[in-house]
């Protein structure tokens, strides 16, 4: 039997060095500052809370993992959404709000087990499903994450406005990830008795939303800049530049739904990719300035690995204070020295999170093994 070989993902003519070094534009849509200063006026006007959920009529069948919720507020809506929160034996002041990816999300119990010991650590640990997703369906049947057109839920035809944006589900997801910042911080603040720490984690479409939420909390207060992100393959990134060229746009997922809506528009496709670059990654990045662990691939089929490094150069984060772990490939299963550097970055995004070390201890002794290696650090 013939075992098919797997065709790397493109690289676009780009070298290693070329990949890495890729720069996004960083001038935003012309709706930008309209849209996000009414956006944080609805967000940060409504003060979230963590509330349990209690007894079987009160779960949301789509995932009853989720032991709390809370309300998400943006300019057009008001939306529940769910979340699994992970509390240590003893008071915490630092808590970390952890977003998942697109499809498949794996339940919330199963996803637990990879943050039990940052909780035994001393973290409070949140786990949120945004709208629309396994926990978060109870108010929002009609909207379904595995849904094809997902990503373009609430957009409209024609030259889109400012007004009509707010419709749109990717900057509410971003409010829900903003609110559960919030949540988690006013719980902390109310049992430790002191200013706490949040840091955020994200892989891909987590990722993406992370940097949104921590852009737009540095922008709106400085003292709601998250303390640490961990981040992997950010998506939503240099969106131009992928939209320039079908063959930067995956078969299927998010961007794809996007790409087709621009088709679908016609005329106003030119207004319409401006108005989607309200969510462009690597313009929020430039808002970033917490200290950052992100991994970025120099290929991948599912998010092109010019635009993950395109968010990284992006970040106002001081040099000594973002890192970059470079792995082989991303979406997508390279072989066997692929799994281990994957495995390698798990390895010290966990010990990134201590909130007991600071984080230039904890990097100094995986320093050397950030562009290449396969074998932790003693």
Same mark, same amino acid.
């Given at each position: 039997?013939?075992?098919?070989?797997?065709?790397?993902?493109?690289?676009?003519?780009?070298?290693?060095?070329?990949?890495?070094?890729?720069?996004?534009?960083?001038?935003?849509?012309?709706?930008?500052?309209?849209?996000?200063?009414?956006?944080?006026?609805?967000?940060?006007?409504?003060?979230?809370?963590?509330?349990?959920?209690?007894?079987?009529?009160?779960?949301?069948?789509?995932?009853?993992?989720?032991?709390?919720?809370?309300?998400?507020?943006?300019?057009?809506?008001?939306?529940?959404?769910?979340?699994?929160?992970?509390?240590?034996?003893?008071?915490?002041?630092?808590?970390?709000?952890?977003?998942?990816?697109?499809?498949?999300?794996?339940?919330?119990?199963?996803?637990?087990?990879?943050?039990?010991?940052?909780?035994?650590?001393?973290?409070?640990?949140?786990?949120?499903?945004?709208?629309?997703?396994?926990?978060?369906?109870?108010?929002?049947?009609?909207?379904?994450?595995?849904?094809?057109?997902?990503?373009?839920?609430?957009?409209?035809?024609?030259?889109?406005?400012?007004?009509?944006?707010?419709?749109?589900?990717?900057?509410?997801?971003?409010?829900?990830?903003?609110?559960?910042?919030?949540?988690?911080?006013?719980?902390?603040?109310?049992?430790?008795?002191?200013?706490?720490?949040?840091?955020?984690?994200?892989?891909?479409?987590?990722?993406?939303?992370?940097?949104?939420?921590?852009?737009?909390?540095?922008?709106?207060?400085?003292?709601?800049?998250?303390?640490?992100?961990?981040?992997?393959?950010?998506?939503?990134?240099?969106?131009?530049?992928?939209?320039?060229?079908?063959?930067?746009?995956? +078969?299927?997922?998010?961007?794809? /739904?996007? @790409? &087709?809506? #621009? =088709?679908?528009?016609?005329?106003?496709? %030119?207004?319409?990719? *401006?108005?989607?670059?309200?969510?462009?990654?690597?313009?929020?990045?430039?808002?970033?300035?917490?200290?950052?662990?992100?991994?970025?691939?120099?290929?991948?089929?599912?998010?092109?690995?010019?635009?993950?490094?395109?968010?990284?150069?992006?970040?106002?984060?001081?040099?000594?204070?973002?890192?970059?772990?470079?792995?082989?490939?991303?979406?997508?299963?390279?072989?066997? +020295?692929?799994?281990?550097?994957? /495995?390698? @970055? &798990?390895? #010290? =995004?966990?010990?990134?999170?201590?909130? %007991?070390?600071?984080? *230039?201890?904890?990097?100094?002794?995986?320093?050397?093994?950030?562009?290449?290696?396969?074998?932790?650090?003693?």
């Amino acid at each position: 039997m013939e075992v098919p070989v797997l065709q790397p993902p493109e690289d676009f003519g780009m070298d290693a060095l070329g990949t890495l070094c890729h720069v996004s534009p960083r001038a935003p849509s012309r709706l930008h500052s309209t849209f996000w200063a009414a956006w944080r006026r609805a967000v940060f006007s409504h003060e979230a809370e963590l509330i349990p959920r209690g007894g079987p009529g009160a779960m949301d069948p789509s995932d009853a993992g989720a032991s709390h919720e809370l309300m998400s507020v943006t300019p057009t809506a008001r939306v529940p959404v769910g979340a699994l929160l992970l509390e240590p034996a003893k008071a915490s002041h630092a808590g970390l709000v952890v977003v998942h990816t697109s499809e498949p999300v794996e339940p919330l119990e199963r996803q637990a087990e990879r943050y039990r010991r940052a909780v035994e650590r001393g973290l409070t640990v949140l786990l949120l499903r945004v709208r629309g997703f396994g926990g978060s369906r109870g108010a929002w049947s009609r909207l379904r994450s595995d849904d094809a057109d997902y990503a373009v839920y609430g957009l409209v035809a024609g030259t889109p406005r400012e007004a009509d944006m707010h419709h749109w589900v990717l900057p509410q997801c971003v409010a829900d990830v903003t609110h559960a910042c919030l949540a988690l911080r006013r719980r902390l603040s109310a049992r430790s008795g002191c200013v706490p720490t949040i840091s955020m984690d994200g892989t891909s479409f987590g990722a993406a939303l992370v940097i949104m939420a921590a852009g737009q909390m540095t922008a709106h207060h400085p003292e709601l800049e998250p303390s640490r992100l961990t981040l992997a393959l950010p998506s939503l990134g240099d969106l131009a530049w992928r939209f320039a060229d079908e063959s930067r746009v995956a +078969r299927m997922g998010m961007a794809r /739904a996007m @790409f &087709e809506h #621009l =088709r679908r528009t016609g005329e106003a496709g %030119a207004d319409m990719l *401006d108005a989607m670059r309200l969510v462009d990654s690597a313009v929020h990045s430039v808002e970033v300035r917490s200290s950052v662990l992100m991994r970025l691939a120099l290929r991948d089929d599912r998010v092109p690995a010019p635009t993950q490094a395109g968010v990284f150069n992006n970040l106002s984060t001081s040099v000594g204070r973002k890192w970059r772990f470079v792995t082989p490939t991303g979406h997508f299963e390279g072989g066997l +020295r692929d799994l281990r550097r994957a /495995a390698l @970055f &798990e390895r #010290l =995004r966990e010990e990134f999170w201590d909130p %007991a070390r600071p984080v *230039d201890q904890i990097l100094e002794p995986w320093e050397g093994l950030l562009l290449e290696g396969e074998r932790a650090p003693n």
